[in-house]
């Protein structure tokens, strides 16, 4: 054997007997786990991070920590995900719109979300609600109120959003396509601001994310008319689906959580990273407060997340370019 053949046949041995050496010694005592979230405190991919981090911190025996990297949408965050050490220490809680969407949306990438990343597990199915200010809008107590008005003053009614290819902009787009809607998009910069608008009166609908109406809905502060899942939901279930209020057979459209790691990360810390998240989010207590937030948990593995990833790039890709919306 040559010398090059045996270096060669070295390193392929010394790759192989690595990474479960690097396994065992996961996590390294004494090392925090971070979870990089993209979105400000208090909101829903912050809340359920932190939902996460106590228990798994005891299940792993390190501190686990949520580091919020706010802004580009979430790009900052998958930035500093991709860019980190592959060793199970630093996660990141990525949305679909992050991951998906933003793709699409940007006009320059800091990361490829196939490529850069690789999933852990999916987490929890977010789902959007038709969301109308009862003091303000009285008269839109159904959908239908709302369809009809709609198409009886095209380019008059107006939806707010999130901001600017945000998914609660880009499921707007759904809705008005799929009721065959002239309808006006106002952006706002972030949920808050484009909820006081609708309180307010300033905006006529909001299809708003359900984990962050579960308060202004128990409060009697917004009317819910339909929510964007393919069944009903556990934290409203007097509220029918959009299939149902809106006579638009079919219709569903949702954005989901999930944890992934930088895409070198070995399989085995994944693998440990997987298992002891799913004993968490599946256990009964945690599944009823996910679905107390008004959202669906998931629960799928790196395989199917990652296949879930790629087949909602391609959905995305096309609402999209029929929103028009396009961040340089």
């Known amino acids: 054997m040559t010398p090059t053949r045996r270096l060669v046949l070295g390193l392929a041995l010394a790759a192989v007997t690595a990474a479960p050496a690097f396994a065992q010694s996961f996590p390294v005592q004494g090392r925090p786990i971070t979870i990089i979230g993209g979105f400000p405190g208090g909101a829903g991919t912050d809340i359920y991070s932190r939902k996460v981090a106590e228990p798994l911190s005891r299940a792993l025996g390190v501190p686990?920590?949520?580091?919020?990297?706010?802004?580009?949408?979430?790009?900052?965050?998958?930035?500093?995900?991709?860019?980190?050490?592959?060793?199970?220490?630093?996660?990141?809680?990525?949305?679909?719109?992050?991951?998906?969407?933003?793709?699409?949306?940007?006009?320059?990438?800091?990361?490829?979300?196939?490529?850069?990343?690789?999933?852990?597990?999916?987490?929890?199915?977010?789902?959007n609600a038709l969301?109308?200010?009862?003091?303000?809008?009285?008269?839109?107590?159904?959908?239908?109120?709302v369809i009809a008005a709609a198409r009886a003053n095209p380019g008059k009614l107006n939806y707010a959003s999130t901001g600017n290819g945000a998914s609660t902009h880009l499921a707007g787009v759904q809705f008005a396509t799929a009721a065959g809607l002239d309808m006006v998009h106002v952006?706002?910069?972030?949920?808050?601001?484009?909820?006081?608008?609708?309180?307010?009166?300033?905006?006529?609908?909001?299809?708003?994310?359900?984990?962050?109406?579960?308060?202004?809905?128990?409060?009697?502060?917004?009317?819910?008319?339909?929510?964007t899942s393919k069944e009903r939901l556990k934290a409203f279930p007097d509220v029918p689906t959009m299939a149902e209020a809106c006579d638009l057979p079919g219709f569903s459209t949702t954005t989901w959580y999930l944890f992934a790691a930088p895409a070198a990360t070995p399989a085995p810390?994944?693998?440990?990273?997987?298992?002891?998240?799913?004993?968490?989010?599946?256990?009964?207590?945690?599944?009823?407060?996910?679905?107390?937030?008004?959202?669906?948990?998931m629960g799928q593995g790196p395989a199917e997340a990652r296949k879930m990833l790629e087949d909602d790039l391609k959905m995305w890709a096309e609402v999209v370019r029929r929103s028009g919306a396009r961040v340089d």
């Open 187 to 227: 952006p706002y910069r972030g949920g808050p601001f484009a909820m006081t608008a609708l309180l307010a009166g300033e905006v006529d609908i909001f299809l708003h994310q359900t984990v962050a109406l579960v308060g202004p809905y128990r409060q009697g502060q917004v009317r819910l008319l339909g929510v």
């Open 269 to 297: 810390i994944v693998a440990r990273l997987e298992e002891e998240i799913r004993k968490i989010i599946t256990d009964p207590e945690f599944v009823a407060w996910v679905e107390g937030q008004g959202m669906t948990s």
């Open 64 to 127: 686990v920590v949520v580091d919020n990297r706010v802004g580009a949408g979430g790009n900052i965050a998958m930035d500093h995900v991709a860019k980190a050490a592959p060793d199970g220490h630093t996660i990141l809680m990525g949305t679909s719109a992050m991951l998906a969407i933003n793709p699409h949306l940007y006009a320059r990438m800091p990361v490829d979300t196939m490529k850069d990343f690789v999933p852990i597990i999916a987490l929890a199915d977010v789902p």
């Open 131 to 145: 969301t109308v200010s009862p003091q303000h809008r009285p008269q839109f107590t159904d959908c239908k109120a």
